[in-house]
T-cell receptor, first 112, second 116 residues
């Protein structure tokens, strides 16, 4: 699986958009980009995933660059409850799940 | 609703005692996993099992043991041989083969183990 790089921490004002970047420059053609988040003392929660097109769901939007070497998770109107650690993971379709590698992620702090 | 249940949420253990953490899933997932998380760190894989009666060591298996007698259950025993057992333990389950969908990998809510 391709390695990902994320900034260790970010801040965002409540009500504003939070844009969390992820670099995955070694991603291959069949690998998806996944985002999870972990609120303190809970298990990671799936947010969104995509292959090459931009994706949107009720939680967030995912923007993947045309060369697929980076992506941005967008929380359009951040709330205090969005304060969490956000993990970007790359995974290839057709592979056995095995372990997912969660690095240190980005600590997002949403402040009033 | 389908999901993963970990119990208890908080657990205290005296040094030198073994303790077993429970993990049950009703998602009909084939694979199950145990991760350990220390403060400010990512998740590290302890053990995983892709089928009943079979399991493999992860990156930090020393001092831990598991069993997989039923598809739904994957208990983790933290033995007295684990030198630094105080941590947050997460159980997860997944379908066997990644199919590009979003809901193939699910985590429990975790057990926080403290050795006193």
């Amino acid at each position: 699986d391709a390695k990902t790089t994320q900034p260790p921490s970010m801040d965002c004002a409540e009500g504003r958009a939070a844009n969390l970047p992820c670099n995955h420059s070694t991603i291959s053609g069949n690998e998806y980009v996944y985002w999870y988040r972990q609120i303190h003392s809970q298990g990671p929660q799936y947010i969104i995933h995509g292959l090459k097109n931009n994706e949107t769901n009720e939680m967030a939007s995912l923007i993947i660059t045309e060369d697929r070497k980076s992506s941005t998770l967008i929380l359009p109107h951040a709330t205090l409850r969005d304060t969490a650690v956000y993990y970007c993971i790359v995974r290839g379709r057709g592979t056995s799940y095995g372990k997912l590698t969660f690095g240190q992620g980005t600590i997002l702090t949403v402040h009033p | 609703d389908g999901g993963i249940t970990q119990s208890p949420k908080y657990l205290f253990r005296k040094e030198g005692q073994n303790v077993t953490l429970s993990c049950e899933q009703n998602l009909n997932h084939d694979a199950m996993y145990w991760y350990r998380q220390d403060p400010g760190q990512g998740l590290r894989l302890i053990y995983y099992s892709q089928i009943v009666n079979d399991f493999q060591k992860g990156d930090i298996a020393e001092g831990y043991s598991v069993s997989r007698e039923k598809k739904e259950s994957f208990p983790l025993t933290v033995t007295s041989a684990q030198k630094n057992p105080t941590a947050f333990y997460l159980c997860a389950s997944s379908i066997e083969m990644f199919d590009g969908t979003g809901d193939g990998y699910t985590f429990g809510s975790g057990t926080r183990l403290t050795v006193v």
